[in-house]
Every structure is written in structure tokens, then in C-alpha cells.
């Protein structure tokens, strides 16, 4: 849509936005298939048991945490971000945890 917009507005060809539009989106596909599979050796994986047993932990975490904001409870402010930051880490495996 915002495509559309952005041709409409500044008066763009829409054929040639929409054929640079798909041709950007091969390639943002090409680059994620192609460095989204890596690996980096050395460094073992967790299972899978065990990356969705840490993700549906993190994932209750955060909603216990939403849920005492939206029941008005007293909260630590740093807590949220927190947990939200652990959240999105566990989500993203064990190289994000390091950083």
C-alpha cells in the first residue's frame, strides 16, 4: 500500500515501481535463504524440545508481566523491558544471549 501511495504521490510509473518492488523482494528472499540456514561452526544448538520449552517460559513471563500492568499492579519499571528483552532473545537462540 504504501508503495502505491509513494508512486501516486510522486507521480512514478506504477508498472516500474511494482516490477522494482517485486525485484527487491527476490532479492531480500534470495538473501534470506541464503544467510538465514547458516551455521556457525563450533557453536552447538539446543534442541528442539528445549528452545520451545524456553520460549514458551519467556513467552509466560512477559504475559504475567503485561498482565500485572493491565490489572493497574505495582511493577518495577526496568522489569517490563526486561523481560521483554529476554523474551526476544530466547526467540532468536542462543548467539542473541551473548551479545
Known amino acids: 500500500m504504501s508503495v502505491g501511495s509513494n508512486a501516486d504521490k510522486l507521480l512514478l510509473d ?3 515501481v511494482l516490477i522494482k518492488y517485486v525485484l527487491l523482494m527476490l532479492a531480500a528472499l ?3 535463504l541464503l544467510f538465514g540456514f547458516a551455521v ?3 557453536v552447538p544448538r539446543p534442541g528442539l524440545a528445549d528452545r520451545l520449552a524456553r520460549a514458551v517460559e519467556a513467552t509466560a513471563e512477559l ?3 503485561a498482565a500485572c500492568v ?3 499492579e505495582k511493577t518495577a519499571p526496568e522489569r517490563t ?3 521483554l528483552t529476554a523474551a ?3 526467540r532468536q ?3 542473541a544471549a551473548h551479545t
Do not use: C, F, M
Request: zero cysteines.
Open 30 to 32: 534470495a538473501t534470506g
Open 40 to 42: 556457525v561452526p563450533g
Open 93 to 95: 537462540g542462543p548467539a
Open 14 to 16: 506504477p508498472a516500474h
Open 81 to 83: 523491558p526486561r523481560e
Open 88 to 90: 526476544a532473545r530466547s
Open 63 to 65: 504475559l504475567a508481566a
Open 70 to 72: 493491565v490489572h493497574g
